[in-house]
């Protein structure tokens, strides 16, 4: 089943907020916006795993925080399915800053910082086709 054609997105639960207990009200969350999830791992990556995720923003000043953060502790992946679910999973997360996340979202009631802000999700179709097959083979995906 080819992943564009089947409206998904992925997202990550990051450190965090699994550090934190949040975990399983946020895959709530989720589920009850409407997502079905058709993959989930828990797992912790490897600096190199991280680094090579996060490949994209390796000449930013952020990037050796950023994936410090991100092997910190374990993350859980998924892939999620809803029809248009990248932008309507990019509404229900909220800002990247919780601070300026609107009420209700998930990064307004589980995120602490701009940084520790809990939740990853895809920002295109694109994008969160790549990064669905960075975590996941075809045989991990219903």
Do not use: C, W
């Amino acid at each position: 089943m080819n992943f564009m054609t089947t409206n998904r997105t992925f997202t990550m639960i990051k450190p965090d907020a699994v550090a934190n207990g949040h975990a399983g009200k946020i895959l709530d969350h989720i589920i009850q916006a409407g997502f079905k999830v058709v993959a989930l791992k828990y797992t912790q990556l490897s600096n190199e795993k991280a680094g090579e995720f996060y490949g994209i923003h390796r000449e930013r000043p952020f990037f050796n925080d950023l994936v410090s953060f991100m092997t910190s502790g374990p993350i859980y992946a998924a892939i999620l399915e809803k029809d248009n679910a990248v932008a309507d999973f990019r509404n229900i997360i909220g800002a990247t800053d919780p601070q300026k996340a609107e009420a209700g979202t998930i990064r307004n009631l589980y995120a602490k910082s701009i940084d520790a802000n809990a939740i990853h999700g895809s920002d295109s179709d694109e994008n969160a086709e790549i990064e669905g097959n960075f975590f996941f083979g075809a045989d991990e995906r219903f």
